[in-house]
């Protein structure tokens, strides 16, 4: 999922993977204010002013997903309780 086209389609991309990093802010003088706030901790942790390179969690490309459902046991309970 990478957005909305136009016409409200749904649009894809291909990525290599995913980067994440976490920030734990320490609000600044005003609380309301995001651009007072500092960085208290961080992961990975911070090298110097900006924050360290993040690992990337990566997989083997695809082009469909395998349908694979699961459904808990009160479902077939369910499907026979209404099948009369």
Do not use: C
């Not at 990093?21 to 003088?29: N, Q």
């Not at 007072?36 to 360290?52: D, F, K, Y």
């Amino acid at each position: 999922f990478s957005g909305f086209d136009g016409n409200s389609h749904v649009t894809t991309s291909s990525s290599d993977g995913v980067e994440i990093s976490v920030f734990g802010l320490k609000p600044g003088a005003n609380a309301a204010d995001m651009g007072s706030a500092t960085v208290a901790s961080s992961l990975p942790a911070m090298n110097g002013a900006q924050g360290a390179k993040p690992r990337l969690y990566a997989w083997e490309p695809w082009d469909s997903v395998k349908l694979d459902p699961y459904v808990e046991k009160a479902y077939y309970a369910m499907q026979k309780e209404f099948a009369h």
